[in-house]
């Protein structure tokens, strides 16, 4: 399974500020799932970024929004929060979090 971004917030997780941030709240959550305790691939936005919200700072990078999960957790949360896993873009993060390029159609949840 894989959790990819939408075209919309490609610029924003390729931002020099996101990075930082990712990086920020790997350690305050010591890399560990806040759900599982597994170690934490992904970091979720509590309140999902959409393009009207993605300039807000306060969600987009708020410390209070954002979870670091490990990738089982993460994918089930989407499925939690939205009920349906959608075949999207061809984005998708590798093992470091960052943004590869993937032209294989799988399927794939929406946003992270
Ligand atoms: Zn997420
Ligand atoms: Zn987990």
């Excluded at 939408?6 to 931002?15: D, H, Q």
């Excluded at 010591?30 to 309140?47: D, K, P």
């Excluded at 993460?74 to 959608?86: A, E, K, L, M, S």
Aim: proline share 2%.
């Amino acid at each position: 399974m894989v959790i990819i971004a939408k075209p919309y917030a490609i610029k924003f997780y390729k931002s020099k500020q996101w990075k930082q941030t990712r990086e920020y709240i790997l350690r305050r959550d010591n890399y560990l799932c806040v759900m599982c305790g597994e170690v934490a691939e992904e970091i979720h936005h509590v309140i999902h970024l959409k393009p009207d919200n993605i300039d807000d700072v306060s969600i987009s990078l708020g410390e209070g929004n954002l979870q670091s999960l490990c990738r089982t957790c993460h994918f089930n949360q989407h499925r939690v929060d939205r009920g349906i896993v959608h075949i999207e873009e061809e984005y998708k993060f590798d093992e470091q979090g960052y943004i590869i390029k993937d032209n294989s159609s799988i399927i794939k949840d929406t946003v992270i």
